[in-house]
């Protein structure tokens, strides 16, 4: 298992204004108005040491350990549109790291230890909330299958509990455990320290760091094109021009099929819509994660009193970020089958995200055949989770252009060795 990993520079060392109850107080006196941006509206430069491409979490991790790490500051992220905007504004921000393999255990793991002193690194309130992750079990396969998981999990120290339907009942007092449903809880396994944070905190959090060690953080700005001389990467095309510089990191999710085809790199991924819905807020009724694998539905209470509930992804390779009736439908009825009290719940928002999945459900953490071009993709459906350890390996990866001990497996070498870190079980929905 991973030390506690080196989180970076400490506060914030280009002299922001640091965000506290007092600086709240000072605001207040002000009506709020004079509030400093959070990050500057940068120009892109002629050239930089390094471009990440994507302003999603993962891609403004990376710049923010790439900076605060590995003192590299001379660097840009370009974001089509807006940061978070992707998946990262668009996912049900579960957080866990009860996944079954070594591998998966060492990266997950990783990250769940970078989230938990995310908001004081960044002095950005990410609104992590460990509130545990239950994971239910509706047959008794599912649960021998689930005791198996649960011991592998353990082995890598990570902290895991099987549950029976009566302490099930006791930790949701609102679950329906009647053994006469259509899916009955049988059980289940819950990680404590799993729980959900704040989406769009995190890219904000992340981007405000960045942008005070020098980042620059270009939005509306797509990379159009890859250009490559004698095997080597020489910069990014861009709809705002030409950018020259000696490292590329693509974090673009749903979309890195299109930018590995501008290097004419063909990747494993499949790229489908995953969508998720939100109800009208209510009082709190669930103070927990409750994750089913077998119906596909998983859901939680946002701050706000949101209901928050996904499902499994579409069965159809789409670029398309928008929602349809039957998955809301599906995953409607097994929560209210599970939560009866929800049945009269009114939808506020229903959306959609492209999720990048590869043939194992794990990620690709990798170098390319073309020199100083890296990809970091395939986090599918369980991304968010991996945010701040995704950025803290790739910033390494790049940094130093060879992969540290978390990051080797995830190489894209393993579609030809046939080391695949088969993450389906764990993944949470089907892919
Ligand atoms: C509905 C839904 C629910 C989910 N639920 C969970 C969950 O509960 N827990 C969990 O761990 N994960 C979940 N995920 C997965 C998770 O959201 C993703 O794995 C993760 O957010 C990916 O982050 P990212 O930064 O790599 O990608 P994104 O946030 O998608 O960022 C990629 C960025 O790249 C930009 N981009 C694309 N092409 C270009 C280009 N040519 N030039 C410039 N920029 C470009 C995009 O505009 C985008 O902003 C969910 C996903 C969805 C859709």
């Known amino acids: 298992m991973a030390e506690t990993p080196d989180r970076g520079a400490r506060g914030l060392p280009g002299g922001k204004p640091k965000y506290s109850i007092f600086s709240l107080a000072r605001n207040a006196a002000s009506y709020h108005q004079d509030w400093q941006r959070a990050w500057r509206a940068a120009e892109p430069k002629a050239e930089y040491d390094a471009v990440i491409v994507g302003g999603g979490g993962h891609g403004l991790a990376t710049a923010y350990y790439l900076a605060a790490v590995h003192g590299m500051t001379n660097i840009a992220v370009v974001e089509k549109g807006w940061l978070g905007g992707g998946n990262t504004g668009r996912n049900t921000t579960i957080i866990r790291s009860n996944y079954m393999w070594d591998e998966s255990a060492a990266i997950y793991d990783h990250a769940l230890k970078l989230w938990e002193g995310m908001s004081q690194d960044l002095n950005f309130n990410v609104m992590f909330s460990q509130r545990g992750v239950l994971t239910i079990a509706h047959s008794e396969h599912e649960l021998r299958e689930m005791s198996r998981r649960v011991h592998a999990i353990r082995l890598n120290g990570i902290d895991s509990d099987v549950l029976g339907p009566e302490e099930i009942k006791a930790f949701v007092p609102t679950i329906n455990i009647d053994p006469s449903i259509r899916y009955p809880v ?33 939005q509306n ?64 009724v669930l103070d927990t994660v409750i994750m089913s694998n077998a119906v596909h539905m998983y859901i939680s209470q946002s701050d706000k009193g949101e209901m928050v509930l996904g499902a499994g992804v579409d069965k159809y390779n789409s670029y398309a970020q928008r929602g349809s009736f039957p998955v809301p439908e599906h995953m409607i009825a097994a929560a209210v089958e599970l939560f009866p009290i929800l049945s009269r719940l009114r939808m506020l928002r229903h959306w959609g995200g492209i999720v990048d999945t590869c043939p194992d459900a794990s990620p690709i953490i990798s170098k390319t055949d073309v020199k100083g071009l890296y990809f970091n993709c395939g986090w599918g459906t369980g991304g968010f989770k991996a945010t701040p350890g995704s950025g803290h390996v790739f910033a390494d990866l790049i940094a130093n252009d060879r992969p540290n001990a978390i990051a080797a497996p995830y190489s894209l070498d393993r579609f030809q060795t046939g080391l695949l870190i088969d993450e389906h079980g764990a993944a949470g929905v089907a892919h």
């Open 221 to 284: 700005c797509e990379v159009t094109g890859l250009r490559r001389k004698a095997g080597r990467i020489e910069g990014v095309e861009t709809t705002r021009g030409f950018i020259k510089t000696p490292k590329v990191g693509c974090v673009v999710a749903g979309h890195c099929s299109v930018l590995a085809a501008m290097a004419d790199i063909r990747l494993p991924i499949a790229s489908r819509p995953l969508q998720a819905l939100v109800s009208e807020p209510i009082k709190p």
């Open 186 to 218: 049988m059980g289940g396994f819950l990680q404590r320290r799993g729980g959900t944070a704040r989406h769009d905190a995190v890219a904000w959090g992340y981007a405000r760091a960045a942008d005070d060690l020098g980042v620059d953080i270009i």
